[in-house]
Each structure stands twice: as C-alpha cells, then as structure tokens.
C-alpha cells in the first residue's frame, strides 16, 4: 500500500499541477476542496477504507505488535512509513491517523502487554525485580515509539503499558510492596526503593501503601528502643533520622504526602520515652561546640511534645551566638564573625522550621 500510495502522490502532484490556476480561483471562490486535495480524500475512502483492504491492514498491525521486535530496523521503517502515509492522507491532521491506525495499534498493543505483565508476575514473586523489568521495557519501547510515530502517540503507548503493567495488577503488587519495602528499608537499599515509588504512583492506592509501609517499620523501629539504655536509644534515633532523611531525598524526592507521614510516625516515635527526651536535653546542656551533632539532637528535641526543652536550649543558642559577636575595631575581622554567627543561626532556624532538608 505504502508504494501504490508514493505513486499515487505523484501522479496527483502531476494532475494538480496544470490546474493550480484554476485551484487558486475557481475553487477557492467556490468554496471546493482543491485537486490535489479532492484526490488524497478519494484514495482515503476508497482504498484506504475498503472493507477488505482495511481488514487486512489492521492484521499487519497486529502482527508487527506481536513481533514486537523494538531493535528491528525494517520494524520501524515500516511503522514510520505508516504513520507518514496516515498523517499525510489527513493533509497534516491527525483524524486519519489516530481513527485508522493509532486506536487499532494501541488496542493492540494493550492486549499483548496484557498477557506479558501476567507471565512476568508468574515469573517474579519479587517486585523489584518485577519494575526492573518492566522499566527495561518502557526504554525499548520508549526508544522504539520516538523512532516510529510522534511525541502525541509515543505518550499513549506508554500510559497503555503502565495500565496493563501497573495499574491492572494493583492488588497484586500491593501485596508484593508490603513484603519488600520492609525488607529494602531494613537494608537500606534505596535505589531499589526509588524505582518502587516511581511506579507505585500510578496505582491510585500506591501511596497509601508506601505510606502504610513506612509507618510500619517507623513502628518497628519505635518498639526496638530500649527503655534502659537511654544512650543506645538517643544513638538509635539519631542514626534512624539520618537515615529517614537519606530515604526522603533518594527515594522519594521530599514527597510532601510522604513527608507528612514520615514526621508524624517519627513525632510518636520520639515522645515514646519522656526519659529519654529529657536524656537528649541533658546532652545538649553538655554540648558547647556548634557543629551538626548540636543541630541533630535539637532538631531531636523539636519534635519532642515537652516545647520547654527546646524553647530554653534554643533561647540559650542565641545567646551564644551573641558572644560571638566580636568586641574590636577590625573591620575584616568583625564581619567574618558576624556572617559565621549568622551561618550558624540559618542553618539552625531552617532546620527547626522544616525549611530544610536537615529537618526531613
């Protein structure tokens, strides 16, 4: 088809051509569609559109999806050469295209990806390995729509692959996620979890699952302190909000949905112990350097129910700031020391008032 349309262009371009006088003024005067035009229609409803013609261009359709062969250069000549004999028919409209191609090929395509996302379930209890897999197909496929049809379809083909590979297996893959984010936050591997939030967001409970998840072992955590060793326990949770702070930058890029969870559960996690609020308040009275473990146990005490530890520490930072403050006539020295104290108050305020990522 692809040839006898090439020819049929040309020898149109050789009629149209002796009467584009008459296509620039009785036509246009007229109101009539031009010859070269009238002629693309006739080979659209005529040929194009022939009941057996068109059968059996929807099973070319159908077996170039199942060859699926995204490498394969002759694959891409042919699907591109489709797509610019459609769009040229549609006279730089894409009504043609996307009613005699673009719907049948993503129908198409949502039927095989149907039956792949059931064998590689079957294939892999594990989830991670499940979304490895499928994001080395969203590339190939990704790769192979840039080369064969536009921007517009490449998008659709990839909603219809998350659809089938995603959102259709919803139940599923929340089952797999409760087993394996406990097991990727436990071992803190998280570039497998950010490759696990990416999809799980196209799931409309996905959130709600990593959510449930991450309170979950936020709980865990909680029940691991230990009430009799106060120092283990301000070292535990120390340890736990770096590592809380690692999981919101890599995994999850700060997600406020996300966020808003992870500060709640760490809140309760925190007041679980009045003693050992009040032990992190005596290390702080001890402390006499500014430097980030300071910042981390009052960031600590910021969460913490009791405001008055934090309220007194921070009234006696200021005034430690204020003793900084240089007592000379150096010009240069002065506002050295001036922006250090200021430094130090920035970082500590941005903290305190969840402005920066030191604060989750």
């Known amino acids: 088809m692809k040839s006898t349309w090439d020819n049929y262009c040309a020898a149109m371009r050789k009629i149209s051509s002796p009467l584009s006088c008459l296509d620039r003024i009785y036509t246009t005067q007229n109101k009539l569609e031009p010859t070269y035009n009238m002629g693309v229609t006739l080979f659209r409803d005529n040929i194009l559109r022939y009941s057996i013609i068109r059968e ?102 990839i909603e219809v692959l998350n659809i089938e590979f995603i959102t259709k297996n919803e139940e599923k893959i929340v089952h797999m996620t409760e087993q394996s984010i406990l097991s990727i936050l436990t071992s803190n591997k998280l570039d497998e979890f950010e490759i696990i939030y990416k999809y799980l967001t196209h799931i409309p409970s996905g959130y709600s699952t990593i959510s449930n998840c991450v309170s979950h072992y936020l709980h865990e955590q909680g029940k691991s302190l230990e009430d009799n060793n106060l120092e283990a326990s301000a070292q535990h949770l120390l340890a736990l909000k770096d590592k809380l702070n690692n999981f919101l ?35 702080i009275e001890d402390m006499n350097n500014f430097d980030s473990e300071l910042f981390k146990k009052l960031i600590l005490l910021y969460y913490s129910k009791e405001k008055l530890f934090f309220e007194q520490h921070y009234q006696k930072f200021k005034q430690q700031l204020l003793s900084l403050l240089p007592n000379t006539t150096d010009a240069s020295l002065f506002i050295e020391k001036i922006l250090y104290a200021k430094e130090i108050y920035s970082a500590f305020i941005r903290a305190a008032l969840h402005e920066d990522k030191v604060s989750f």
Not at 90 to 105: I, K, T
Not at 132 to 141: D, G, L, N, Q, R
Not at 250 to 273: S, W
Request: charged fraction near 25%.
């Open 249 to 283: 930058d890599i995994a999850t890029k700060y997600d406020p949905k996300i966020l808003t969870q992870v500060q709640y559960r760490f809140t309760e996690i925190v007041n679980m112990n009045a003693h050992l609020v009040k032990y992190i308040s005596s290390l």
């Open 56 to 157: 059996r261009f929807h099973e070319i359709i159908s077996k170039l999806v199942e060859q699926q062969q995204y490498n394969n250069i002759e694959n891409q000549t042919l699907m591109r050469d489709i797509y610019q004999m459609l769009i040229d028919m549609g006279m730089d409209n894409r009504s043609v295209y996307e009613v005699d191609f673009e719907a049948s090929l993503l129908q198409q395509l949502a039927k095989f990806y149907q039956i792949q996302s059931q064998n590689l379930l079957h294939e892999n209890s594990d989830l991670f390995e499940y979304i490895a897999k499928i994001s080395t197909k969203i590339e190939e496929i990704n790769q192979w729509a840039m080369n064969c049809f536009d921007n517009s379809t490449k998008e659709r083909i």
